[in-house]
């Protein structure tokens, strides 16, 4: 990583042909790992000159090779620490963001429109994704109470199995990630806005709102009060970008777990 700060200057624009002087080779090839796949983009793309055109074309590779992943790795892993990549446990909206702001310093402006973000969404993608890499947890939304909002409206729908109503909040890169226990009991990974409501869809008629680590989630409750099942979410510009499925006992004994005040 170059460690390019929040306000470095940006060496490249998005029009030129090269990001921070590297060719689109070199950015195309740390955006997909695969000297292969980026070969292919840069004979596909209408102008292999352009970091727009060429990050886009990545980015479209990455949501279809996520949308075949078998299993999205366990939320509360490490990144890496199975000896993988990284950078596959980022969202492949994350991975652009990350990768073209960290390694070649391309500036926001520029990076959110290949992420259809703005700006400032590009650059809290960016934060999030370098949280994961580091392994902390990932950001919360910085408003609370829209956070409580979406996740409010996110059980609505799921218990009135409106997939519609629940594509309507989900970002288009988000993805359902979960924890062994939690994939034994149903709650199988998926990626991308309609596979994702999908799998929730008319499966929270027990769920009942809490606070997950201060931020506003769902959980379900055994016979005794303790609780059994989690749902932890991500919320970036209104929308969920990550649902992660917890159930695993050492996985809920790590979360600060509280009812929501409903006032």
């Given at each position: 990583?170059?460690?390019?700060?929040?306000t470095d200057?940006?060496?490249?624009?998005?029009?030129?042909?090269?990001?921070?002087?590297?060719p689109?080779?070199?950015?195309?090839?740390?955006l997909?790992?695969?000297p292969e796949?980026a070969?292919?983009?840069?004979r596909t793309?209408?102008?292999?000159?352009?970091?727009?055109?060429?990050a886009?074309l990545?980015l479209?590779?990455?949501?279809?090779r996520?949308?075949?992943?078998?299993?999205?790795r366990d939320?509360?892993?490490?990144p890496?620490?199975?000896?993988?990549?990284?950078?596959?446990?980022?969202t492949p909206?994350?991975?652009?963001a990350?990768v073209?702001?960290?390694d070649?310093?391309?500036p926001?402006?520029?990076?959110?429109p290949v992420?259809?973000r703005t700006?400032a969404?590009?650059r809290q993608?960016a934060a999030?994704a370098?949280?994961?890499?580091e392994g902390?947890?990932e950001m919360?939304?910085p408003?609370?109470e829209r956070?409580?909002?979406?996740v409010t409206?996110?059980l609505?729908?799921a218990r009135?199995d409106?997939?519609?109503a629940?594509?309507?909040?989900?970002?288009?890169d988000?993805v359902?990630?979960?924890?062994?226990?939690a994939?034994?009991n149903?709650?199988a990974?998926?990626?991308?806005a309609?596979?994702?409501?999908?799998?929730?869809?008319?499966?929270?008629?027990e769920?009942?709102?809490?606070?997950v680590?201060?931020?506003?989630?769902?959980?379900?409750?055994?016979?005794d009060?303790k609780?059994k099942?989690?749902?932890?979410?991500?919320?970036?510009e209104?929308?969920v970008t990550?649902v992660?499925a917890?159930?695993d006992?050492p996985h809920?004994d790590?979360?600060?777990?509280?009812?929501l005040?409903s006032?």
């Open positions: 990583m170059t460690g390019h700060t929040e200057p940006a060496p490249g624009r998005a029009g030129s042909g090269a990001a921070g002087g590297a689109m080779r070199a950015v195309a090839l740390r997909l790992g695969s796949a070969d292919e983009v840069l793309a209408a102008d292999a000159g352009r970091l727009s055109e060429v886009g990545c479209d590779r990455l949501r279809s996520e949308s075949r992943r078998p299993a999205v939320p509360l892993d490490v890496g620490a199975s000896g993988g990549d990284v950078l596959d446990a980022l909206s994350e991975r652009i990350f073209l702001h960290e070649f310093g391309i926001y402006d520029d990076i959110g992420v259809e700006p969404a590009a993608l999030r370098r949280r994961r890499v902390t947890e919360p939304e408003d609370p956070q409580r909002q979406v409206a996110f609505a729908a009135a409106d997939v519609e629940l594509v309507a909040l989900l970002d288009p988000a359902l990630r979960a924890d062994a226990e994939e034994r149903g709650a990974p998926a990626h991308g309609g596979a994702v409501a999908h799998r929730v869809a008319g499966r929270a008629q769920a009942r709102p809490a606070l680590d201060g931020a506003a989630g769902l959980m379900w409750a055994a016979a009060g609780p099942a989690v749902l932890r979410f991500t919320v970036l209104g929308r990550a992660d917890l159930a006992g809920l790590r979360l600060e777990l509280g009812p005040d006032s």
